[in-house]
Every structure is written in structure tokens, then in C-alpha cells.
């Protein structure tokens, strides 16, 4: 698993580019697309989403660890 810290990662499709699985820590996301985008098995911790489309996203085995969403989309998603 790679591990990510400090990144900005702006205006991804995930549908053209898949986001990779890995643990990110203190990343934001910025007007980024991740519409059924398969984010199993991710970490994100001390994250910040802005503006994102996550909706109907698989979060199967992810851990949302004091992540925020910031006028985000998130119909259809899974927390349990």
C-alpha cells in the first residue's frame, strides 16, 4: 500500500484516471469526481474533500479517519 501525505489532488475523474488505493494523510481533494469509484481498502486520515462527486463510491474496508467533506455529493454511500 503506498502511502500518500500532504498532496493536493485537484479536479480528478476516476473514471478516466483511478484514484490509488493507499493511506493519505493530510491531503485535500479539490472538485475531484470519484462517482462509482472503487476507494476499498483506503486510508484517509486528516483529509480534506472539497467540492467532490462521490457518490454511489464503494467504501468497503476504508477508514475515514477526522476527514472532512466540503460541499461534496455523497448520495448512495455506505458509512457502516
Not at 480528478?12 to 493507499?22: A, F, M, R
Request: hydrophobic fraction near 35%; charge should be negative.
Amino acid at each position: 500500500m503506498q502511502f500518500f501525505l500532504d498532496k493536493t489532488i485537484q479536479s480528478l475523474d476516476s473514471e478516466k484516471q483511478p484514484l490509488q488505493i493507499g493511506e493519505y494523510e493530510n491531503c485535500k481533494f479539490l472538485n475531484c469526481k470519484f462517482t462509482k469509484a472503487i476507494l476499498s481498502n483506503g486510508v484517509f486520515i486528516d483529509c480534506e474533500f472539497k467540492n467532490c462527486d462521490l457518490s454511489l463510491a464503494k467504501l468497503n474496508n476504508t477508514a475515514l479517519r477526522n476527514t472532512n467533506f466540503n460541499d461534496c455529493k455523497l448520495l448512495g454511500l455506505h458509512f457502516e
